[in-house]
């Protein structure tokens, strides 16, 4: 397993601002995924992050929303951005493989 | 379109008696599931996973049993413990694992003193 940690643990922000969301995990991964769990929700997969290469977007997110960076193996950030109420979530990062993933904590953003 | 489905959003059991979350899929591709729990401002955790060529996995309290031709899993947790208490979600996969975690909403499971 991995020890994942998380940056902020929660915060509040205006409409319109930017956060970005720190991810450090304890060992080397290669692949970096991160989740949005919206209130009542399903976890759902924003992108998978590879250290090397542009993240792989799901439908529905893209690049210029939620903008992802992978400088090593053992980090990654998610930035939402130009942040609306819908984007009031948990935001979490996990690593391994789709068959067994370890998550982190999570960030709680409120967006007033 | 919603491929997993928990379509309980709370189940409260008394201690020591047997726990049993249910999960439907849609997606006849999906050939690996899991099971997570998680707590309160904890991310999710990893409790047991099928495969399946498989109908039945046991870990300890936990066993999962898999229904493929009704497109439906469970999670039998015997005996069910205060510190089960937690939400509990269901997800699933493809190509044996291997691709994305497709999950449910999630049951938040009571078990009671």
């Known amino acids: 397993s991995a020890v994942i940690s998380q940056k902020p643990s929660r915060d509040i922000c205006q409409r319109g601002t930017s956060l970005t969301i720190q991810c450090q995990v304890d060992s080397q991964v290669t692949m970096m995924f991160w989740y949005r769990q919206q209130p009542g929700q399903s976890l759902t997969l924003i992108a998978t992050a590879n250290q090397g290469s542009e993240a792989t977007y799901e439908s529905g997110f893209v690049i210029d929303k939620f903008p992802i960076s992978r400088p090593n193996l053992t980090f990654s950030t998610l930035t939402v951005s130009n942040m609306s109420p819908e984007d009031s979530s948990i935001y979490l990062c996990?690593?391994?493989?789709?068959?067994?993933?370890?998550f982190g904590p999570g960030t709680r953003l409120t967006v007033t | 379109d919603q491929q997993v489905k928990q379509n309980s959003p709370s189940l409260s059991v008394q201690e020591g008696r047997i726990s049993i979350l249910n999960c439907d899929y849609t997606?006849?591709?999906?050939?690996?599931f899991l099971w997570y729990k998680k707590y309160p401002a904890e991310g999710p955790t990893f409790l047991i996973s099928i495969s399946s060529i498989k109908d039945k996995n046991e870990d300890g309290r936990f066993t999962v049993f898999l229904n493929k031709s009704a497109k439906h899993l469970s999670l039998h947790i015997v005996p069910s413990q205060p510190g089960d208490s937690a939400v509990y979600f269901c997800?699933?996969?493809?190509?044996?694992?291997?691709?994305?975690?497709?999950f449910g909403k999630g049951t938040k499971l009571t078990v009671n003193p």
């Open positions: 997606n006849s591709m999906f050939d690996y």
């Open positions: 996990s690593v391994g493989s789709a068959g067994e993933q370890y």
């Open positions: 997800a699933a996969s493809t190509q044996g694992g291997s691709e994305k975690l497709v």
